[in-house]
């Protein structure tokens, strides 16, 4: 038998020989070599970021633990956490947010902590202390903001301004760099993270990065052949040559919208088709429990919605690794 201290150090020379997650050509490899696929959920929403932080953000703390517990039984293998700078920036947030942190990893989730509703100015700080607060575990990642420059009230050009975006970035590339924190950085794109092309002009000097790209239906009664193409030439294609996963996709994006639930199911369908052919490194659901048609469960009952069981079927049930 090795004893406490044998697998001690068993541990600790697997974790110096590249023993956290990484980014080796267009694939996420996970700690112990084998490929990584995202299977992830938005929970918990609302704590930290998104409104209502009173009602359903608040359940949905209370609830963490066995909400993570529910999605890792169902097939997940992330959380994605969104955050708001100022819901965090005194000690009694920092520790709400660990004890969200400790619960997602007491299942072995990774979670993305994701920057959200804040300037630059904001974010940067943050972004900073949570990498060294978090830096020690490869099983925590951060997005430092979602969908930048277009959550901001009238965003304007500010949302397609890939020369700031680019300038902004990387600013938060070498704060996390600095802060000692090894594990992939995901970063969203100007333009919503609808179309990531822009990334090939304006570089952001780490290897070990991931590109997120978001999806909703808005006025598509399916995933027509000229949907396909936009998402192939918007962000898809890129995948066969870097790491890029749908980390936002929903059911609901506004009553303005056609919001059809038959583009949801075949989009879902259309993305485990693009995983497992070598390319997608993955698809992130919006969101677990919400007040609107994305939530995947009933804040109710908690039985899956049928958005959620559209996720669970035709994602997390279906999609091989290979």
Same mark, same amino acid.
């Given at each position: 038998?090795?004893?406490?201290?044998?697998?001690?150090?068993?541990?600790?020379?697997?974790?110096?020989?590249?023993?956290?997650?990484?980014?080796?050509?267009?694939?996420?490899?996970?700690?112990?070599?084998?490929?990584?696929?995202?299977? /992830?959920?938005?929970? *918990?929403?609302?704590?930290? +970021?998104?409104? %209502?932080? !009173?009602?359903?953000? &608040?359940?949905?703390? @209370?609830?963490?633990?066995?909400?993570?517990?529910?999605?890792?039984?169902?097939?997940?293998?992330?959380?994605?956490?969104?955050?708001?700078?100022?819901?965090?920036?005194?000690?009694?947030?920092?520790?709400?947010?660990?004890?969200?942190?400790?619960?997602?990893?007491?299942?072995?989730?990774?979670?993305?902590?994701?920057?959200?509703?804040?300037?630059?100015?904001?974010?940067?700080?943050?972004?900073?202390?949570?990498?060294?607060?978090?830096?020690?575990?490869?099983?925590?990642?951060?997005?430092?903001?979602?969908?930048? /420059?277009?959550?901001? *009230?009238?965003?304007?050009? +500010?949302?397609? %301004?890939? !020369?700031?975006?680019? &300038?902004?970035?990387? @600013?938060?590339?070498?704060?996390?760099?600095?802060?000692?924190?090894?594990?992939?950085?995901?970063?969203?794109?100007?333009?919503?993270?609808?179309?990531?092309?822009?990334?090939?002009?304006?570089?952001?000097?780490?290897?070990?990065?991931?590109?997120?790209?978001?999806?909703?239906?808005?006025?598509?009664?399916?995933?027509?052949?000229?949907?396909?193409?936009?998402?192939?030439?918007?962000?898809?294609?890129?995948?066969?040559?870097?790491?890029?996963?749908?980390?936002?996709?929903?059911?609901?994006?506004?009553?303005?919208?056609?919001?059809?639930?038959?583009?949801?199911?075949?989009?879902?369908?259309?993305?485990?088709?693009?995983?497992?052919?070598?390319?997608?490194?993955?698809?992130?659901?919006?969101?677990?429990?919400?007040?609107?048609?994305?939530?995947?469960?009933?804040?109710?009952?908690?039985?899956?919605?049928?958005?959620?069981?559209?996720?669970?079927?035709?994602?997390?049930?279906?999609?091989?690794?290979?």
């Amino acid at each position: 038998m090795l004893g406490i201290v044998g697998a001690l150090v068993l541990a600790l020379v697997a974790f110096d020989d590249g023993g956290g997650f990484r980014v080796e050509g267009n694939r996420i490899v996970a700690p112990d070599g084998s490929r990584f696929v995202m299977k /992830g959920v938005v929970a *918990p929403y609302g704590t930290f +970021a998104g409104g %209502d932080a !009173a009602g359903l953000g &608040r359940l949905n703390e @209370r609830s963490a633990f066995e909400d993570f517990e529910r999605i890792a039984e169902l097939g997940a293998n992330t959380v994605k956490v969104y955050v708001t700078p100022t819901a965090v920036d005194d000690e009694a947030g920092r520790e709400r947010l660990d004890k969200v942190v400790d619960a997602a990893r007491a299942e072995d989730l990774v979670v993305v902590l994701t920057g959200f509703y804040a300037e630059f100015d904001e974010t940067l700080p943050w972004v900073r202390r949570a990498a060294a607060d978090y830096a020690a575990d490869p099983y925590v990642w951060l997005l430092p903001m979602n969908e930048p /420059g277009c959550t901001v *009230p009238d965003p304007g050009a +500010a949302c397609t %301004d890939y !020369a700031t975006w680019q &300038r902004e970035h990387r @600013r938060y590339v070498e704060a996390i760099r600095a802060a000692g924190m090894d594990s992939p950085i995901m970063v969203n794109a100007p333009g919503y993270s609808w179309d990531l092309t822009g990334v090939r002009e304006h570089p952001l000097g780490d290897s070990n990065v991931v590109l997120g790209a978001h999806r909703y239906a808005n006025d598509a009664r399916g995933l027509t052949a000229e949907g396909r193409h936009q998402i192939e030439e918007g962000w898809a294609r890129m995948a066969r040559t870097r790491p890029v996963v749908l980390d936002e996709v929903g059911n609901y994006n506004g009553d303005g919208f056609a919001n059809s639930v038959t583009w949801t199911r075949e989009m879902i369908s259309w993305a485990r088709g693009w995983v497992e052919q070598g390319a997608g490194s993955g698809v992130v659901a919006f969101n677990w429990r919400w007040s609107d048609p994305n939530t995947l469960t009933s804040p109710e009952n908690g039985r899956l919605t049928e958005w959620g069981r559209i996720f669970v079927e035709r994602f997390l049930e279906e999609t091989s690794d290979v």
